[in-house]
């Protein structure tokens, strides 16, 4: 959407239109809210040690050998920088 985009809400009409539609759908399923309460919450676990988000620049080359070895080549990246750290003293 663009900055000259206009935004056009529902009127109430509408949204009483939508709510009859969500109230006669059978798969439609409100939570009390004790059910509610218990929920766990979606997505990943924490992790134990999560990684950590940054910018930083190879060189293309670099970036490129990497990148042909397929799906996963950050992680694989990752492998060769701990990798190297078995032998290298990090400063």
């Known amino acids: 959407m663009n900055s000259k985009s206009k935004l056009y809400r529902n009127t ?3 949204e009483a239109e939508i709510q009859r539609g969500i109230d006669a759908d059978p798969d439609t ?3 009390s809210d004790e059910q509610f309460a218990r929920m ?3 997505g990943r676990p924490r992790l134990e040690s999560p990684k950590v ?3 930083v620049r190879y060189d ?3 970036v490129e ?3 042909a070895t397929g ?3 950050q992680t ?3 492998d060769a920088l701990r990798e190297w750290l078995k032998t290298h003293r990090a400063a």
């Open 76 to 78: 694989r990246m990752n």
């Open 40 to 42: 766990r919450p979606l």
């Open 29 to 31: 399923f409100v939570p």
């Open 71 to 73: 799906d996963g080549w």
């Open 65 to 67: 050998a990497f990148k």
């Open 53 to 55: 988000q940054l910018t």
């Open 60 to 62: 293309a080359d670099i």
């Open 12 to 14: 109430p009409e509408e």
